[in-house]
C-alpha cells in the first residue's frame, strides 16, 4: 500500500505538513474595529509565538474580509512586532486553543504553540506587507465583499518572541473587521 503522505503531497504541496498535525489556523467569530495606523495595541487578530517557544511558526496565510466601510481609505498591512517582552503579549481577550485556534487535520489533539489574540498590546509594530486598502464606498453597493488575503507560503517566519498582527492605517467602520491566519509550527 502507498505511503498516503506521499500519494496527497503529489497533489497538494501542503498537505503533508497538515496530515503531520503541524498546521493551524484562526479567525476572529466577531467582528472588532482596527485602530487607525500601526499601532502597539491592536483591537485586531494578533498571531503570536511566546518567549521561550521552541517553534518557529511558519506563516502560510493572511487575510481579512471587511463588512463595514471606513469613514476615509486606507492601506492594511500585516505587520511585525520583534523584541516583545518576556512575559509575551499581553492580551484582554485570548482566543483558547480548544475554542477559535483549530489544527488543520481536523480531529488532531495536537495543541498549538501559537497564540492568537484579540485586543493584545505589544510594542508597536513595523508595516511588513501591504494586503491591500480599506475604502469608504457602501459595502452594500458592491456585489461581492471586500476581501483581503496573501499567501506567504512561508516567505516569514515569527521566531520565540515575535508576532504579526493585521492594521489599518484608518479606524474601521464599527466591528466590520474580520481577520484570519494560517501557519505551520516546526521546531526552532
Given amino acids: 500500500m502507498a505511503d498516503p503522505v506521499s500519494v496527497i503531497d503529489h497533489q497538494s504541496r501542503y498537505a503533508a505538513a497538515v496530515l503531520r498535525g503541524n498546521v493551524f489556523a484562526c479567525s476572529n467569530q466577531v467582528g472588532v474595529t482596527s485602530a487607525a495606523g500601526l499601532s502597539g495595541t491592536a483591537p485586531v487578530l494578533m498571531l503570536s509565538n511566546p518567549f521561550g517557544s521552541q517553534k518557529n511558526l511558519v506563516l502560510w496565510y493572511a487575510g481579512a474580509a471587511i463588512t463595514v466601510a471606513a469613514a476615509t481609505a486606507g ?5 511585525s512586532h520583534t523584541a516583545l517582552p518576556a512575559a509575551t503579549v499581553a492580551s484582554t481577550v485570548e482566543i ?4 477559535n485556534i483549530r489544527n488543520c487535520l481536523l480531529g488532531s489533539q495536537n495543541k498549538p504553540t501559537g497564540k492568537a489574540v484579540l485586543a493584545g498590546t505589544a510594542v508597536a509594530p513595523i508595516g511588513l506587507a501591504i494586503l491591500g486598502t480599506i475604502l ?6 458592491s456585489i461581492t465583499g471586500s476581501a483581503l488575503g496573501r499567501w506567504f507560503d ?3 517566519v515569527l521566531g520565540p518572541n515575535s508576532a504579526v498582527s493585521l492594521q489599518t492605517g484608518v479606524a474601521s467602520g464599527a466591528a466590520g473587521w474580520f481577520c484570519d491566519f494560517i501557519w505551520e509550527e516546526v521546531a526552532a
Fill in 75 to 79: 492601506a492594511v498591512w500585516l505587520a
Fill in 96 to 99: 483558547a486553543d480548544n475554542i
Fill in 136 to 141: 469608504t464606498g457602501a459595502i452594500t453597493t
Fill in 154 to 156: 512561508g516567505s516569514i
